[in-house]
């Protein structure tokens, strides 16, 4: 298994993880808007550093 192959399949996982929590959040913060706001601004944090990360691995691959 090749290096790039590796890192797809941890940011699928990654990324399947996170729709999960935001699913379980959504459901759990329909009235809470700032909640869902600080959190949905942690999540696009994470998000770039992932794709950073991906970009970088698949440039230099």
Do not use: R
């Not at 699928?12 to 601004?41: G, H, P, R």
């Not at 942690?42 to 991906?54: R, S």
């Amino acid at each position: 298994m090749s290096i790039t192959t590796h890192i797809d399949v941890l940011v699928a996982e990654q990324i399947f993880s996170i729709e999960k929590i935001l699913l379980q959040f959504t459901i759990f913060s329909v009235n809470q808007d700032w909640l869902y706001q600080s959190f949905w601004n942690e999540t696009t944090k994470y998000f770039k550093k992932i794709l950073f990360i991906y970009t970088v691995v698949t440039f230099l691959a």
